[in-house]
């Protein structure tokens, strides 16, 4: 099953809005990380939060972490047109292994 | 450098038949993993490397699946008498090692149809 999961699955926003997606996880991690697809792009990491820090900054990228309800939230801010894509987050596996297990995703479309 | 390449980049097969589907990770890279990606969907684990050696198979679907890896690079996933619920892009990615923290670089993925 999956260990993440985001919502909305999906959303629509005007550019220069900015857009927040959230993940929701079921058990403890190390770390969780952040990635975009685009159509014909692939899959493109952006971002990864340890369980010991509750918020990281990556340009117009911020992530915040918060174990204790096992969320984690993906805010872009001042959206563009090319930020249109599908966004995952991934947990460690609980496990043990060193796998990485992805969520459902979030289809962001920013309109110009 | 070079990403990680994957080929072919579409493979249309008929039902019943075998498919070998292969993955060139980053040079240097020892942890490589396969995902399954159906339409829509999210990434489905399948198998990761470590080395050559498979420390987790508990992805793949089926015995009709297997992959392996040689000489700490290329992979190939084998999918023997293949069905239409088959039919996904099949992404691999690989990491400098495997173990918590690692960024994974994604290949293009290989889209596979099952006719």
């Known amino acids: 099953s999956q260990q993440g999961e985001e919502d909305p699955q999906a959303l629509s926003i005007q550019e220069g809005e900015n857009a927040t997606m959230n993940c929701s996880y079921k058990?403890?991690?190390?770390?969780l990380q952040w990635y975009r697809q685009n159509s014909g792009r692939g899959l493109v990491h952006l971002i990864l939060?340890?369980?010991?820090?509750r918020e990281k900054h990556s340009g117009r990228l911020r992530v915040t972490l918060d174990t204790s309800k096992k969320s984690s939230s993906l805010l872009i801010t001042a959206s563009r047109a090319a930020d249109t894509a599908s966004y995952f987050c991934?947990?460690?596996?609980?496990?043990?292994?060193?796998?990485?297990?992805f969520g459902t995703g979030t289809r962001l479309k920013v309109l110009a | 450098g070079a990403g990680v390449s994957q080929s072919p980049s579409n493979k249309v097969t008929e039902k019943g038949k075998d498919v070998e589907l292969r993955c060139d990770p980053i040079?240097?890279?020892?942890?490589l993993y396969w995902y399954r990606q159906s339409l829509g969907q999210g990434l489905e684990f399948l198998i990761y490397?470590?080395?050559?050696?498979?420390?987790?198979k508990s992805g793949l679907p089926s015995d009709r699946f297997s992959a392996e890896r040689t000489g700490g690079s290329v992979s190939t996933l084998t999918i023997q008498r293949t069905q239409q619920e088959d039919s996904a892009v099949y992404l691999c990615?690989?990491?400098?090692?495997?173990?918590?923290?690692?960024?994974?670089?994604f290949g293009p993925g290989t889209r596979l149809t099952v006719t």
């Open positions: 990615a690989s990491s400098s090692i495997a173990g918590a923290g690692r960024e994974q670089y």
């Open positions: 058990t403890s991690i190390n770390n």
């Open positions: 939060i340890r369980s010991n820090e």
């Open positions: 991934a947990t460690d596996s609980p496990s043990g292994t060193y796998k990485y297990i």
């Open positions: 040079s240097g890279h020892t942890a």
């Open positions: 490397f470590q080395g050559n050696s498979a420390p987790d």
